[in-house]
């Protein structure tokens, strides 16, 4: 049988395939002399490692594992002077570390650094799903760093164009939101609503949604309403009484919702608005102790 050649299965690592990084260490593994032991502190994370978190109860099964039968798969690594860099199998090297290992079987290639990115990229997204803001990161890394376009990297990692461009989108987020996110607090569907909303109302807006659990319609029926009552107050505020305008204010600042006083004569009404269950009863709480 002829011996496969390392850089045609670098080309099929970084295709489209559902399966890319098995099918290219299962072909690698058919060439024996391409394998070997490393000592593991001479082997170094990957510095353009797009995950950012571990699931230490992962990874300590993992090392139980490998205590039990050994490394299996070897991980991938290349090398730069003395040192190796990994380029995919991280949570293998971990959990290696964690059995007290002294070496790991290796596989050593000589990636350039986009594919080398590009390889734990796939890697990740494929065998446990990166968390949305990790994936965001790595993809602006490729973008800023390596000068690739969006299609470029939809095709890399099997992705649509228009799915790349809105994980990015999370990147325009404040911090605490983007960690919201990370937290699974706040999912992407909620993240989208939070990115059509004012640059001032985003980090409250969220605030509302994590500790009212609201639903992603939920939010969007706040952000309609919100809008529409935006469009009517600009249409009334010219003739608004400004000492009306203060105690609504005022009575906004108590029940830390929208809340219109609409004078007529001697008399008129107040409107408060809720925009889900757990929200009413926020308000009658507050009502109840006045």
């Known amino acids: 049988m002829a011996k496969r050649v390392l850089g ?3 080309g099929a690592i970084i295709s489209s395939s559902t399966t890319i990084v098995d099918e290219f260490e299962e072909n690698i593994l ?64 971990r959990a290696a570390k964690l059995a007290c290992l002294d070496k790991i079987r290796s596989i050593i290639i000589h990636a350039e650094e986009e594919k080398n990115l590009t390889i734990a990229l796939i890697e990740n997204i494929q065998r446990k799903d990166l968390d949305p803001i990790e994936e965001a990161r790595a993809y602006r890394v490729l973008i800023d760093r390596f000068n690739l376009k969006q299609q470029d990297i939809a095709t890399r990692v099997g992705k649509e164009r228009a799915t790349i461009a809105n ?51 939920d939010v969007e029926r706040i952000v309609e309403n919100e809008k529409g009552e935006k469009n009517r107050s600009n249409r009334k505020s010219i003739s608004k009484d400004p000492h009306i305008k203060i105690l609504e204010d005022r009575l906004i600042s108590i029940l830390g919702t929208k809340v219109e006083i609409k004078h007529i004569g001697e008399g008129g009404r107040i409107e408060i608005s809720y925009y889900s269950l757990d929200d009413f009863d926020r308000i009658m709480e507050i009502l109840d102790r006045c």
């Open 8 to 10: 045609k299965g670098l």
């Open 30 to 93: 058919h060439e024996g002399d391409r394998i070997v032991d490393i000592p593991i502190d001479i082997i170094k994370p990957n510095p353009d490692q797009p995950r950012t978190y571990f699931d230490e109860d992962e990874i300590r099964g993992l090392a139980e594992s490998i205590e039990s039968f050994g490394i299996i798969q070897p991980i991938i690594v290349r090398k730069n002077e003395e040192d190796y860099y990994v380029v995919a199998g991280e949570r293998r090297l």
């Open 167 to 217: 994980i990015l989108r999370l990147l325009n987020l404040p911090d605490e939101i983007q960690q919201a996110i990370s937290d699974g607090k706040i999912s992407i569907g909620h993240a989208k609503v939070l990115l059509s909303v004012s640059a001032k109302r985003q980090i409250p807006l969220c605030n509302e949604i994590i500790r009212n659990k609201l639903s992603v319609r």
